[in-house]
T-cell receptor, first 111, second 115 residues
């Protein structure tokens, strides 16, 4: 059975800290790994990772994929209160283009 | 703005009532999906439609039916609502081309409460 496991499930840090969110997966027909940020409404797309070892970066957020060890990390540096959200890791599989989501990491940034 | 439109945004049902959640996309995507999201559970796939005319069960299909009315529209029906179906429902769409840069496009969600 395909699964995506995120850790930690919940994290509270102070503004300015750096956080690392983890995602491991076991799926058949892997195509890509995706990260989403979810605040009050629908998830919004952050990154798509397809190749191992190539870091994707957007401002203070960055992510990398290890296809040999089947995991990815999402780093957020110099966190701000606006980074408080649920961060979802998901894997896109080839069969019917399905996306399988992890349970998410709820991140709370204290001012 | 182009995207995925879900209706209604909020709904309260009594146990045993039926209702249909509507979803439409205007991006010419082939694939459409229905997810439910419960606290601490991430998003779980209910049903999906890989192309017009096809539908398949996802991880949690019991108690639901779907219709892919045409390429644009994919509806989710609760025939006899139960309190366990209280959740936030998201519709999403994608195409092979769009997946290369955006994964899915999500609707804004429907918050359903069954009492």
């Amino acid at each position: 059975e395909d699964k995506v496991v995120q850790s930690p499930l919940s994290l509270v840090v102070h503004e300015g800290d750096t956080v690392t969110l983890n995602c491991s997966y076991e799926v058949t027909n892997f195509r890509s790994l995706l990260w989403y940020k979810q605040e009050k409404k629908a998830p919004t797309f952050l990154f798509m990772l397809t190749s191992s070892g190539i870091e994707k970066k957007s401002g203070r957020l960055s992510s990398i994929l290890d296809k040999k060890e089947l995991f990815s990390i999402l780093n957020i540096t110099a966190t701000q209160t606006g980074d408080s959200a649920i961060y979802l890791c998901a894997v896109l599989v080839n069969r019917d283009d399905k996306i399988i989501f992890g349970k998410g990491t709820r991140l709370h940034i204290l001012p | 703005n182009a995207g995925v439109t879900q209706t209604p945004k909020f709904q309260v049902l009594k146990t045993g009532q039926s209702m249909t959640l509507q979803c439409a996309q205007d991006m010419n995507h082939n694939s459409m999906y229905w997810y439910r999201q419960d606290p601490g559970m991430g998003l779980r796939l209910i049903y999906y439609s890989a192309s017009e005319g096809t539908t398949d069960k996802g991880e949690v299909p019991n108690g639901y039916n779907v219709s892919r009315l045409n390429k644009r529209e994919f509806s989710l029906r609760l025939e006899s609502a139960a309190p366990s179906q209280t959740s936030v429902y998201f519709c999403a769409s994608s195409s092979r081309q769009a997946q290369f840069y955006a994964g899915y496009t999500f609707g804004s969600g429907t918050r359903l409460t069954v009492v």
